[in-house]
């Protein structure tokens, strides 16, 4: 007998307890280096997730840094979006985390909450944060510190096959006022149209935590409070289920089963892609893998508004510098390079998200392709409300969460007013955890 | 000699022999670094981890049993664990069944037998690999190569791993298709059935049938139980399937949440590695439990020759 895996497994958890507990509880900056540039030779490391594509461009960035700053070597890491953040967990614990490290806005608070990054207001004498969208630079900080720095901004948007609208005769709807029932109204029209050969669209709300809030917003309500519990109306939830969950019976969207492929085969592989539905929900900056990787005329339409803004801008990513880093300011130099230079701008373009850093924006301007041009335009165009408040510490799973439920209500193994409650009390534990 | 005094002699004969037990010592000497090093530190440390709130990044924090209580309320641990128990005592008895009947198939001195045999063993090895958990994910899919396969009868296939009713199943195909390991311990054990036994029973008139349930079954308990034992700790254990089909969610709608899925999903998705070092020793002891069951129950059916 070999119990093997549960060895390794209680191994590994083991050697996690094993390495001294390296961040000191409640201290913003615990074990690492001071923010002074070293005389001596330094090495980084900068991790990241995202495609090849990324990868690539990044390492090239990171060479011009080099070049510029002879002194300083870098090592770059990523990995894919899941396996990411499972490492990253890891690498902190045992006091190994990359100096630089690209964050998103529902995990950002689980680690600074816990001190493990650097403000880097601190680092003001090599890294400029005053050309970054005033708009966007706030959601990077937690009472002012600003732990993580927005790179990029993406914004909620529905993305349509134009080329079906065209086969079945069909006109695309006027994006600027429009409602969810012209929204019902017309992925039934595409469907019977279609005859069974595709569906009107996919289900693009309340399996994901951005439907989810712009459906609450929608409706004056927001998922997180400003003491960070969970303060989302269950009706509210009940009545998006209960309207996708019409959607489905009708035969105008995708079947519970076709949703959960669908999410197997990402934005480039999935059923939009593919022209078996004509609806989908994107952030704007994705319309360029999925116009690629369909080939078909895909536009992006702003969601419906029923008269009231509720779109946000959401920063795409950040980049932070953790705690334990024995070079923050070299570490800092290093973000300025990748966020305020042109010489980067020109490696990276918009891959990370529309730029935040507005000259650079306005820099690129002239260089953008067709879908990149169209990401730029939407979120220029599309009417946002207030700003979200940031997923709080412990809120990290949100979307695995609302996923969850939202399939059971799908699959109608439960009913919405029971996953609904269940799902607020669930994510209320998780915060209630951390405290 | 007696066993008890062949037993003396070796306690009497081991101080002569210090020189071997030195080198036996150095020999064995990075196997019990690794042992204390590796497997035992840990495993003491994540008990002491369990009866902590430990978020990675701040110290742990000594909470007593409340992480085992919280075990009692858990519904995602229980629907986990009746996914686990499903899979388990599914898929391991069909999985023994198909590799015992192989096996007895392949015993007959067929022409190509090696052939065979490498062919039936080579699932067992790439069954819990990445690679092809991807694949099956491809092949049940709406898409996939076993609905075109259902098509040429004209059967109208689903998302067979779309479908919280069905996907479960397909995970619990894929470890019965792994019965090879199984199938060559089983071959194995069947070569060591003296011939004799059949050449008696046969003079004596008994159908293949009765030579089997008579002869092959009872002088093979001893290897049915060695192969349930081992499959049953294994499938406890699964992990790679469940973490490539679902994407890591063990969805739709937690339908393929396997035990060590959610104990890796509390630990590194949800920051909880305290209650996570607890799921891990319920683990252990859950293992424990149905091995122990399993030789107190082999009293009864397991007939060793001698």
Known sequence: MRPRLTRRTLGKAGLLGAAPAPLLAGCGIGGGGEMVLSDEPVELRIAWWGSDLRAQQTNEAIEAFQKEHPRITVRGEYKEFGAYWDGLATTFAANDAADVVQMDEQYFNSYSDRGALWDLNEAAEFLDLSKIDPELLPTGQVDGAQFALPIGSGVLAFAVNADLFAQYGMELPDDTAWTWDDYADIANELAQRGGGDITGTAITGGVDVGSLRYWSRQHGNELFAENGDVSLDPGLLVEQWEYYAGLIASGAADTAQQMVEDTGAGVEGGRLATGKTAFGLIHNTQITALRSGSGADMRLLQLPQNGTPANFIKPAMYWSVSAGSEHPAEASLLVDFLVNSREAADILGTERGVPANTEILEYLGPQLDESERMAVDYLEAVVTGDPIRVTPNGGSSVNPLITRYGQEVYFGETKPEDAADAFIAELQGEIDATR | ?306
């Open chain 2, 1 to 306: 000699m007696t066993a008890a005094a062949e037993l003396r002699h070796l306690k009497g004969a081991a101080p002569k022999s210090k020189p071997q037990n030195k080198a036996a010592f150095w020999f064995l000497l990075p196997w019990f670094l690794g042992l204390f090093a590796v497997t035992l530190g840990p495993m003491a440390a994540s008990l002491y981890l369990s009866f902590t709130k430990y978020n990675l990044l701040q110290p742990p924090e000594f909470t007593g049993l409340a992480n085992f209580e919280r075990m009692l309320t858990d519904e995602r641990l229980h629907s986990s664990l009746a996914v686990t128990f499903t899979y388990v005592l599914v898929s391991v008895p069909i999985q023994l069944a198909l590799a015992l009947g192989l096996a007895v198939l392949l015993d007959r001195g067929i022409r190509g037998l090696a052939f065979y045999r490498s062919v039936f063993y080579l699932p067992s090895l790439l069954g819990a690999s990445v690679a092809i958990a991807v694949l099956w994910r491809t092949v049940f899919g709406t898409d996939g190569l076993f609905n075109e396969g259902l098509a040429l009868f004209g059967v109208e296939g689903r998302g067979w791993i779309s479908d919280p009713e069905t996907a479960l199943s397909t995970l619990i195909t894929l470890n019965v298709w792994t019965f090879g390991s199984p199938m060559v311990i089983f071959l194995a054990g069947l070569r060591q059935i003296p011939v004799m036994y059949y050449e008696a029973a046969a003079v004596d008139g008994a159908s293949p049938l009765r030579r089997f349930t008579s002869v092959t079954l009872p002088l093979l308990t001893p290897i049915v139980f060695f192969n349930l034992v081992l499959q049953i700790i294994h499938a406890f254990q699964s992990f790679t399937q469940a973490f490539i089909v679902s994407g890591g969610t063990g969805g739709p709608t937690d339908s393929t949440l396997f035990f060590s899925l959610y104990l890796y999903q509390r630990g590194f998705g949800n920051f909880d590695m305290g209650y996570a070092s607890a799921l891990a020793w319920l683990l252990l002891v859950i293992i424990a439990a149905f091995t122990a069951i399993n030789f107190w129950a082999s009293k009864y059916w397991v007939h060793y020759d001698d």
